[in-house]
């Protein structure tokens, strides 16, 4: 069992990491996680556009703000990130629609999102436990790991 105040695995004498790598291999690593956090950001904007397009027929800023929890300006200036990168557009008085390129970004996370749910819930992880873990680690998957979880369930469904 992992003890979150020691960070080790209950019965388990071995560290969490062996040696240290080099240099290059971890600047890497890390880069990886951070190039990760910023997708990780437009990610969660979209997916949520596409929920609210869905349910509601529009996403305002307000909207989005209260859902993820952050200001107003917080989340106009990322909307307007989704704007210059391709992925929304805004019209006045009616909110933000995603493009061609935004739907299909989200339709790609929810994938994502589905597929760490299910090995998540294959592994005995409460549904509530999976979704919840799941926002965070399926914007920081590889495509390789991805395809090993898809594999996986194949193979044990």
């Known amino acids: 069992m992992f003890d979150r105040e020691q960070e080790t695995v209950t019965g388990s004498s071995?560290?969490?990491?062996?040696?240290?790598?080099?240099?290059?291999?971890?600047?890497?690593?890390?880069?990886?996680?951070?190039?990760?956090?910023?997708?990780?950001?437009?990610?969660?904007?979209?997916?949520?556009?596409?929920?609210?397009?869905?349910?509601?027929?529009?996403?305002?800023?307000?909207?989005?703000?209260?859902?993820?929890?952050?200001?107003?300006?917080?989340?106009?200036?990322?909307?307007?990130?989704?704007?210059?990168?391709?992925?929304?557009v805004a019209k006045p008085y009616r909110g933000v629609f995603l493009t061609e390129a935004g739907q299909a970004l989200a339709e790609r996370v929810r994938a994502r999102h589905r597929l760490v749910v299910q090995v998540l819930e294959a592994l005995g992880v409460p549904i509530e436990t999976a979704e919840a873990d799941a926002e965070g680690i399926e914007h920081y998957v590889s495509g390789v790991t991805l395809n090993a979880f898809d594999r996986f369930l194949r193979k044990n469904r």
């Open 14 to 88: 071995k560290p969490l990491s062996g040696p240290l790598p080099a240099a290059p291999t971890q600047a890497r690593r890390f880069s990886k996680t951070r190039i990760a956090q910023s997708a990780a950001l437009r990610e969660d904007y979209v997916e949520l556009v596409a929920d609210l397009l869905a349910v509601h027929g529009e996403a305002r800023p307000i909207d989005i703000a209260r859902r993820l929890g952050v200001s107003h300006p917080t989340a106009t200036k990322n909307i307007n990130r989704l704007k210059r990168e391709g992925f929304a």
